[in-house]
Structure formats: structure tokens, C-alpha cells
């Protein structure tokens, strides 16, 4: 079965803090993905990687890098967290390259910017 | 662009009855299409693919349909229950990675 973790379920930050999301997944998946979800704007990519250290743009990675140095872990960072950064941050990993295979998500970072 | 639109954000229907979810693409033909079920504060959870070339795909009390002439799959719960309330994310994979639609939140009414 596969299990996608991320770090924290709730956070609590400050304006202008770095942040650091942590996603870990135990099936040697190829990729792995950083979503936001926002009310009325659906799943909105963030960043994806296909590998390690590699590391593409989804639609919105404005204000986010991501480092993936091992394969089983890809991190989201907030370099100065803003409040419009605040959202829930999906994690998620599939098996192949392919977008074909289905995606396995995490349970979700809750994330408040103050 | 590439567009996939769930055009009901919410539906509620009576405990028994089938649900019908609707996700339309535009711009572009997408060769397989998924649907997620997601609770609240949870991440989706894969439930079905289709591929273009199969009419209807089922799993116990699911359906989907995919109608490349329409440009539409549709979703259907039978026999629902409240435990089906979530909302239910279609995706495609028109392009890498998948595109998502905003979901429609279905309520189970017994």
C-alpha cells in the first residue's frame, strides 16, 4: 500500500518566515508533485519532479522552490512566506513518468500565513 | 489552453438513487481520464481511469463513461449512500503532468 506523509497537518507562520513542507513516499515512485488547494480554485500545480534533482514549473511557482535530493523525499519552501500563501499543500507521487498512472496523495498541510 | 470543467460545483441527491457527475474538456483530446473521491481535509484518493478507446469502466458501484464526441465523461454512483458525500475530481492526462477539475461536492441525503 502505498503511504504519501508530509510533515505537519497544521502550520502556523509568520510573514516574511521561510518555510519548509516535507512530503516522503515509501514506493520508490518515480515522480512527485506539490499541489495548492484553494476554495473555488481547485488543484493548482505548483512544482513537479520527475526524478532526482530534477525539478520542473507546474502553473503557479511564484514565491516556491522545491529541492528533491533523494527520491523518496521532494520539499516545498516558502522563501518569504506572504499571506496569500496561505492554503492547504497537497503532496502527491505516481509510478511513472507517464501522466497516465494515478497519482497517490498525502494528507495535507494545512498552512496559515499571519 | 487545455480546459477540463466540472460544471456542477455541488450536488445533492436522495439516499438510494444514482449520481451523475458531469466533466467536459475543451482544446484538446486527452487519452485517459481519472476520477478522485475527497473528503474534507484529506487529499483525493485515485478510484477510477479510463482510457479513450473504452466506452464505460465500472467498479462495484461505479461507472464511468468517456464520450470523445462529446468531449465528456460522466461519473455515476448507484444504489448511493451517504457515505458517498465528497467531492469527486475528474483529471486528464492530455498533457504531463494531470490537469484537475474543481470537483463537485456531492451530498447523500438519506
Known amino acids: 500500500d502505498v503511504k504519501v506523509t508530509q510533515s505537519s497537518r497544521y502550520l502556523v507562520k509568520r510573514t516574511g518566515e521561510k518555510v519548509f513542507l516535507e512530503c516522503v513516499q515509501d514506493?520508490?515512485?518515480?515522480?512527485m508533485f506539490w499541489y495548492r488547494q484553494d476554495p473555488g480554485l481547485g488543484l493548482r500545480l505548483i512544482y513537479f519532479s520527475y526524478d532526482v534533482k530534477m525539478k520542473e514549473k507546474g502553473d503557479i511557482p511564484e514565491g516556491y522552490s522545491v529541492s528533491r535530493e533523494k527520491k523518496e523525499r521532494f520539499s516545498l519552501i516558502l522563501e518569504s512566506a506572504s499571506t496569500n500563501q496561505t492554503s492547504m499543500y497537497l503532496c502527491?507521487?505516481?509510478?511513472?513518468?507517464?501522466?497516465?498512472?494515478?497519482?497517490?496523495f498525502g494528507p495535507g498541510t494545512r498552512l496559515t500565513v499571519t | 489552453s487545455q480546459k477540463i470543467e466540472q460544471n456542477s460545483e455541488a450536488l445533492n441527491i436522495q439516499e438510494g438513487k444514482t449520481a451523475t457527475l458531469t466533466c467536459n474538456y475543451t482544446n484538446y483530446s486527452p487519452a485517459y481520464l481519472q476520477w478522485y473521491r475527497q473528503d474534507p481535509g484529506r487529499g483525493p484518493v485515485f478510484l477510477l481511469l479510463?482510457?479513450?478507446?473504452?466506452k464505460e469502466k465500472r467498479k462495484e458501484r461505479l461507472k464511468v463513461t468517456f464520450d470523445t464526441t462529446l468531449k465528456q465523461s460522466l461519473f455515476h454512483i448507484t444504489a448511493s449512500q451517504p457515505a458517498d458525500s465528497a467531492t469527486y475530481l475528474c483529471a486528464s492526462s492530455g498533457n504531463t503532468p494531470l490537469v484537475f477539475g474543481k470537483g463537485t461536492r456531492l451530498s447523500v441525503i438519506a
Open positions: 514506493m520508490d515512485h518515480e515522480n
Open positions: 502527491a507521487s505516481s509510478l511513472f513518468p507517464d501522466s497516465n498512472y494515478e497519482q497517490y
Open positions: 479510463i482510457r479513450e478507446n473504452e
